[in-house]
């Protein structure tokens, strides 16, 4: 177990001067080594908040937003009401904890990962490639002009993704890459811990998506110091650690995609044209899904005809891919964002590019996308650097064309709507300069100090509950399972009654549901569209799939 030595709080208090204003957390600066194993490595920083617990304070509990890449200070600092929502969620005994891991943010050492020096120098270096259009293609990527056109690429992409990788290796934190990665951010928390609730304490996490990631190594790099775990949306770490992440990442993840997508279908029927703007009067999901799919067409066909058109059907996959995580804002996709960018993307179809309505449709498309601030100065690299730097080492047998060729079986075996999403940070790795210092590689089945809780949603887009099952099943007695029947990625924007029961029972006891068939569903009192319940959208889903 690893002793810290090296770690020093801002000020002897804690936490004291805050980095940026926020209403009910606390912020400083926390010194870590590069390299726990190597002490002439020399120091990094992390940033880190925490909130206070409201009742009798049992200890701290780490939040990890996910990612990786995600910023602990950007989502607890400017958002009060998640601050409260998390203190509730862990029982109001426990200090919320989160941090800006290496790589993340401009206050942390290393900090964000960028390999261009602004949007223009990034948009320029990959001019007339896929990197900022997408991929063209429809229905189960058998077009042969499609393929045609993706293939005349590789060579290219090759080339560029091959000087890319230098161009990371010598810009700013290029020196640091090596000490980014899953292993370091478990040592740091695990340090982070040793300070606040003393040496050798035990270790409570509450990690969602990439966050259930650094959980499942966290707990078999440190199983004595395991508390309280909960892990929301499940990356399977075996299958992580058994391919090259460039061509072992999308087959398992968009497995259940394509069924996110069709419960977006069926809701928006279900509410008609006074809930959700995309239908018709009388339309059936079915009816909805053809007609989706036949803009998805004329947008590629405009964009086959005028590469230079604003909306390209890959862009408006990658817009739909990004908004489906949280059924929450699904009403907000279907009667604002999307409506204004079809309108345009049609009009491109017949040439018509309307100086009024594309600023608007464009306007739509930021505002729901949030876009980091960083990524108006210039392309973070970051999930990237974390995620290639965690991978097993290249074979170096692997080139573009091989990549491709994984996209396009993605894209017809395992999810037509996002299986060729692109750019997408795995595609990187073959091709990135570094692997970090330290990486875990297994087992993933040691016995626990105490039980953790696995959850995961019946379809998720990113993390199926295949990959949760699997976890559970290999740490056995020492995790416990739970299915919320619900929709997107995580449960955490679909209230459940029964799921906070469990997690108050296991917070406040370490009560853990026993089997594999704990399932709860999502309070019907929460409506996706008005009348239209998580219950009623899956009541109303096809056995077996849309068809393409």
């Given at each position: 177990m690893h002793k810290l030595t090296t770690i020093a709080l801002a000020a002897s208090a804690g936490f004291a001067k805050p980095i940026r204003a926020a209403v009910t957390a606390q912020t400083t600066r926390v010194s870590v080594p590069l390299d726990y194993h190597d002490s002439s490595a020399g120091n990094g920083r992390i940033a880190v908040i925490k909130a206070n617990a409201t009742g009798e304070r049992r200890g701290t509990f780490f939040f990890n937003p996910g990612g990786p890449g995600g910023s602990g200070l950007q989502n607890l600092g400017p958002y009060p009401d998640f601050v409260t929502t998390l203190l509730k969620f862990t029982g109001g005994n426990y200090d919320v904890v989160s941090w800006d891991p290496r790589g993340v943010g401009a206050f942390s050492i290393p900090g964000e990962v960028h390999c261009f020096g602004s949007l223009e120098e990034y948009n320029t270096f990959f001019n007339r490639t896929i990197e900022p259009t997408g991929i063209e293609m429809y229905g189960n990527f058998t077009d042969e002009t499609d393929l045609y056109n993706l293939y005349a690429q590789a060579d290219t992409m090759e080339k560029k993704y091959t000087e890319v990788g230098k161009m990371c290796a010598q810009h700013s934190e290029g020196k640091h890459l090596k000490y980014m990665g899953t292993a370091a951010t478990v040592r740091d928390m695990v340090a982070l811990a040793d300070v606040l609730d003393g040496p050798g304490s035990p270790v409570n996490l509450y990690g969602i998506s990439y966050g259930t990631f650094l959980g499942a190594w966290f707990v078999n790099?440190?199983?004595?110091?395991?508390?309280?775990?909960?892990?929301?949306?499940?990356?399977?770490?075996?299958?992580?650690?058994?391919?090259?992440?460039?061509?072992?990442?999308?087959?398992?993840?968009?497995?259940?995609?394509?069924?996110?997508?069709?419960?977006?279908?069926?809701?928006?029927?279900?509410?008609?044209?006074?809930?959700?703007?995309?239908?018709?009067?009388?339309?059936?999901?079915?009816?909805?899904?053809?007609?989706?799919?036949?803009?998805?067409?004329?947008?590629?066909?405009?964009?086959?005809?005028?590469?230079?058109?604003?909306?390209?059907?890959?862009?408006?996959?990658d817009v739909l891919y990004t908004m489906l995580y949280f059924p929450n804002q699904w009403p907000q996709l279907t009667n604002d964002g999307l409506p204004a960018i079809m309108e345009q993307a049609t009009q491109e179809a017949y040439g018509v590019i309307n100086a009024i309505n594309a600023p608007r449709a464009d306007s739509k498309l930021r505002s729901i996308l949030k876009r980091a601030e960083n990524e108006t100065e210039t392309r973070s690299y970051t999930t990237a650097a974390v995620l290639c730097a965690d991978s097993i080492d290249s074979t170096g047998?692997?080139?573009?064309?091989?990549?491709?060729?994984?996209?396009?079986?993605?894209?017809?075996?395992?999810?037509?709507?996002?299986?060729?999403?692109?750019?997408?940070?795995?595609?990187?790795?073959?091709?990135?300069p570094v692997r970090s210092v330290e990486r875990y590689t297994g087992p993933f089945n040691k016995t626990l100090a105490n039980p953790i809780l696995v959850i995961g949603n019946t379809y998720d887009l990113v993390t199926p509950f295949k990959s949760a099952n699997a976890l559970s099943d290999v740490l056995g007695e020492s995790a416990g399972l739970v299915r919320l029947n619900g929709l997107g990625h995580t449960t955490i924007s679909s209230p459940s009654a029964c799921l906070q029961g469990i997690v108050d029972a296991y917070i406040m006891n370490g009560t853990i549901p026993q089997g594999e068939d704990t399932v709860c569903e999502v309070d019907d009192g929460f409506e996706i569209w008005p009348g239209v319940t998580t219950r009623m959208i899956l009541g109303n889903m096809t056995e077996n799939g849309l068809p393409y």
């Open positions: 790099m440190f199983p004595e110091r395991v508390g309280k775990v909960i892990l929301d949306g499940v990356l399977d770490p075996i299958a992580f650690s058994a391919k090259e992440i460039a061509i072992g990442w999308n087959n398992p993840a968009l497995l259940d995609a394509d069924r996110v997508y069709e419960a977006f279908i069926t809701g928006c029927a279900l509410a008609g044209p006074h809930g959700c703007s995309l239908t018709k009067e009388g339309q059936t999901p079915l009816d909805l899904h053809a007609s989706f799919q036949a803009f998805l067409k004329t947008a590629h066909d405009a964009t086959l005809e005028d590469p230079t058109v604003p909306y390209t059907s890959g862009g408006v996959r047998t692997l080139n573009m064309t091989d990549l491709f060729d994984h996209l396009v079986e993605t894209s017809r075996d395992v999810s037509h709507m996002f299986g060729s999403f692109w750019p997408f940070h795995t595609y990187y790795c073959n091709y990135w």
